[in-house]
């Protein structure tokens, strides 16, 4: 078992003061596990400058700097990215920019004041990548589009992030995530049958992010084959769409589409919430056969549901839903959320509980893997999750949230930049 310490406050005020908070202390120390790590890293010696705000190209980066990429992120003076304002909830910080904003260098440039776009064009000529999410046609008028950079830097790769992509119709079209979210059939497909509802995270923010982290990795791997950079067109609503093939597939030809039906599944049941004695609910999914005979067998304690003809498969079930769901109600009824979810693990029945955040954040399976790690922020320390797929703190950066234009003197010092009014 690896070596664990105990967090102090405010970590573990903010995770439940009852509920102690482990961090995994492998290889490094605790001032390596809130900053930088020593380790060389993946993407170690990678420039990327980003001219990014809201949430689509700053995850991106995070992303990017997580691997070890040295992430120089343009922004308003003063005022910052826009995200910095979302909301105050975290130590008067915004909990978006705090998610999508760490290990990154803030460069504070008002990019119409021909100084500033300068000094972006003088960093950008030494970068291995560009990010950027503008409003539409906005790098291009400023002279920072691929065409206007490629040939003074062959090797630089760029990624536009936008609403509806470079070219179509909807080109120059501002987008939002819940705007898209609408746009690619997602809230058609999602929430009850009576109103449809969104998702309550900005999903179609995240898919364009995760999708521009991808294609720049891919792009920086070509890059050693080919020597060249690359433009990459990444949109919003293509983005959500590739996630929308099943519903997409399902309603082909002109079949009916797939139902809203809550949290429960549309197609498949049972799966999904139910009642319980006390009014708690327990989350559980049926996928086949044999977990359905197991189900009406070990869990409900009578075998005779899966000898109803409404019930004999899962075409039947899902057509009958309502009579079905009545009586897995009324069984379980007799049974407390726990001793339910006890006996569906007996029985093999995959199942959940119904968290909300506070349950989330100390959740035993996230403590239990050493999940929790410390980030620095400029209103001081919080706590911040390992990136999925990093098993050890060293293997990954954990360096401070930036304050608005935190890193100008220097960045300007390191690239030669100067200006009249210095």
Not at 160 to 168: C, E, R
Not at 169 to 176: E, F, N, T, V
Not at 399 to 417: K, Y
Request: hydrophobic share 40%.
């Amino acid at each position: 078992m690896h070596p664990r310490m105990m967090l102090k406050p405010p970590i573990a005020s903010a995770l439940g003061p009852r509920q102690p908070v482990l961090l995994k202390q492998v290889h490094a120390s605790k001032d390596q596990l809130r900053f930088s790590s020593s380790k060389r890293l993946p993407l170690s010696g990678v420039t990327v400058v980003s001219l990014e705000q809201a949430i689509a190209a700053p995850f991106c980066t995070r992303q990017l700097a997580d691997q070890g990429a040295r992430v120089i992120k343009i922004e308003r003076p003063v005022v910052g990215d826009f995200a910095r304002n979302y909301d105050t909830r975290v130590n008067g910080l915004s909990s978006h920019f705090l998610w999508t904003n760490r290990a990154k260098e803030s460069l504070a440039l008002d990019l119409k004041n021909p100084q500033d776009l300068m000094a972006v064009k003088t960093i950008v000529r030494r970068a291995d990548v560009l990010v950027q999410n503008l409003i539409p046609g906005a790098t291009g008028r400023l002279g920072l589009s691929y065409k206007d950079l490629c040939n003074e830097n062959p090797r630089l790769i760029v990624c536009d992030i936008s609403g509806y992509g470079s070219y179509g119709p909807y080109r120059d079209k501002k987008a939002y995530d819940l705007l898209i979210q609408s746009e690619a059939g997602f809230v058609s497909v999602t929430g009850g049958p009576d109103e449809p509802a969104k998702a309550g995270i900005s999903i179609a923010d995240i898919a364009s992010g995760m999708y521009a982290y991808t294609n720049i990795l891919t792009a920086l791997i070509e890059r050693r084959q080919t020597g060249k950079g690359k433009c990459i067109d990444i949109s919003m609503l293509e983005s959500m769409v590739e996630w929308m093939n099943f519903p997409l597939y399902y309603s082909m030809n002109h079949q009916p589409v797939v139902p809203r039906t809550g949290l429960t599944h549309a197609t498949v049941y049972p799966y999904g919430p139910f009642n319980t004695a006390g009014g708690e609910s327990v989350m559980f999914g049926v996928q086949n056969e044999r977990e359905w005979l197991l189900l009406c067998r070990d869990v409900l304690g009578d075998d005779s549901i899966a000898e109803d003809e409404r019930f004999i498969s899962n075409s039947l079930r899902s057509q009958n839903r309502e009579p079905l769901r009545a009586i897995i109600c009324d069984k379980l009824s007799k049974h407390t959320a726990a001793e339910a979810l006890e006996k569906l693990d007996a029985a093999g029945i995959a199942n959940a509980k119904v968290n909300d955040m506070h349950d989330v954040w100390k959740h035993p399976q996230l403590l239990a893997r050493g999940r929790w790690a410390e980030m620095e922020t400029p209103a001081g320390t919080v706590p911040t999750l390992l990136p999925p797929g990093i098993d050890d703190a060293s293997d990954t950066r954990l360096d401070a949230v930036p304050a608005v234009g935190q890193h100008n003197e220097s960045l300007f010092a390191e690239f030669g930049i100067t200006r009249e009014d210095e």
